[in-house]
């Protein structure tokens, strides 16, 4: 059953003793921000998905903290701050490896997460802060809450949890802490309302279900069965973002396909065809690479897509022929990326790199016979993304892996630095005769 907010469980506190959670786990960069915080006269809470990933014994990929100090009052406390965002104002306390964002409790619903303000963000970043004005404050003030009421204002219950850094207590305003024993994904409150309120939480749910191995609770998968084209109300950014980030989680294949089967993926990116080779062979390649800590650029998270469709398309031009119409190439390249690169306002250098990574691909087809082949293919800077997609492609078997072998010996002699004489396999390519110099006839002084 959907549980409104006038139904939800009543407070629950777990002790110390209560649960697994330990500071040990946490980074020292959060622990600093929280101390800092509580010894101010602050309460300072880790909130969201850092604390149910640390019950779930899990790594949190970042810490979020969540305190009663403004926005300004934790500037002050932190030299090493900046405020940004407009409608809902957070602070990043930056440290050298490791952004912690500190957001003050709010009783308004849940702000959209995503790059919506990363423009707006961006400029205040390069501003000196000033002071708000009076209605800008008002505005504000009425947006702040309680600890209770930040809670409830959240998407799912698991993420709704708190670890109170004064006693090291973890706190559930939402019962979070049932679902997260019983591994249920559901929505706080209406899940009709609440995804009417912000689609991408449908996208969302799904996320979390697969990277969490939870269901979803029946009233939520009602209605995301019934509220999906919903989903393209959502800004094109926002969606990108949630793009990469199931790409990034080492599940994108489950994910992706999670999308795919609740008819969202085909509205939220109608120009993206997921075919049986991308979703079984291509995806799992980039996860098994994220799980060996691979760390893959966007745009080679983005061209993964695009490989199954791509060697459908050099197949059609080249055949098993060595010659190919490269013009005839770079126009299916072209009417295969630049819809979906605008439906997700991808930049021009993002796409720059995607089609001709691809393109690059066409001239790995067979294995190289001089070094100088390799060194011009290595020196453009579109090669990174070229050597990930290709990689990709030999992981799904859609190339030659005796091919792909040659390829990856001889760009390892380019990277060691070896010249291009002995960056070929000995016998694979004909011998290159050396021209010897005459001498340079000597003018005899007078």
Not at 110 to 119: F, I, L, N, S, V
Not at 260 to 285: E, H, M, N
Not at 398 to 419: H, K, N, T, Y
Request: glycine fraction near 8%; charge should be neutral.
């Amino acid at each position: 059953m959907t549980r409104v907010e006038s139904e939800l469980p009543p407070t629950r506190i777990l002790a110390r003793p209560e649960h697994t959670l330990s500071r040990r786990n946490i980074s020292n960069e959060a622990i600093k921000v929280l101390y800092r915080l509580h010894r101010s006269g602050y309460l300072a809470y880790m909130v969201g998905g850092g604390v149910r990933d640390l019950l779930l014994g899990q790594k949190p990929k970042d810490f979020d903290i969540g305190t009663n100090a403004r926005p300004q009052e934790v500037r002050r406390l932190f030299r090493n701050s900046r405020i940004i965002g407009r409608r809902f104002r957070l602070v990043h306390v930056f440290f050298r490896n490791e952004i912690v964002e500190v957001a003050t409790f709010r009783a308004s619903p849940e702000a959209p997460e995503g790059p919506d303000d990363w423009e707006e963000a961006e400029q205040e970043a390069m501003e000196e802060e000033a002071p708000d004005g009076p209605v800008a404050r008002r505005a504000a003030d009425d947006s702040y809450g309680t600890p209770a009421e930040d809670a409830r204002r959240r998407d799912f219950t698991v993420n709704a949890l708190f670890y109170n850094i004064a006693d090291f207590s973890v706190l559930d305003y939402v019962g979070g802490l049932e679902d997260l024993e019983a591994g249920l994904i559901r929505t706080i409150g209406d899940p009709e309302t609440r995804f009417r309120e912000d689609p991408v939480r449908m996208m969302r749910a799904l996320e979390y279900s697969v990277r969490l191995g939870f269901a979803v609770d029946e009233a939520s998968r009602s209605s995301i069965e019934s509220n999906h084209h919903l989903i393209q109300e959502a800004s094109a950014p926002r969606l990108g973002y949630e793009l990469l980030e199931g790409l990034r989680s080492g599940s994108g294949a489950g994910i992706c396909s999670a999308w795919q089967r609740s008819g969202i993926l085909q509205f939220a990116f109608p120009d993206i065809d997921l075919d049986a080779a991308t979703v079984t062979r291509v995806l799992p390649a980039v996860d098994h690479g994220i799980g060996r800590a691979v760390s893959y650029p966007d745009a080679s998270l983005i061209g993964a897509l695009f490989l199954s469709r791509y060697y459908e398309l050099l197949r059609s031009i080249a055949g098993d022929g060595e010659r190919l119409d490269n013009t005839e190439l770079h126009v299916g390249l072209r009417g295969m990326i630049e819809p979906a690169a605008a439906t997700m306002h991808l930049s021009n250098h993002t796409v720059h790199l995607i089609h001709h990574g691809l393109f690059t691909l066409s001239k790995m087809r067979r294995p190289p016979e001089r070094g100088r082949q390799v060194l011009k293919v290595v020196r453009q800077d579109y090669f990174p993304v070229a050597w990930d997609l290709y990689s990709l492609a030999a992981a799904a078997g859609l190339l030659p892996r005796d091919v792909f072998e040659s390829w990856q010996r001889a760009v390892a002699r380019v990277r060691r630095g070896q010249s291009e004489d002995v960056v070929v396999e000995g016998g694979r390519a004909p011998a290159r005769s050396r021209r010897r110099r005459r001498p340079r006839s000597r003018r005899r002084r007078q």
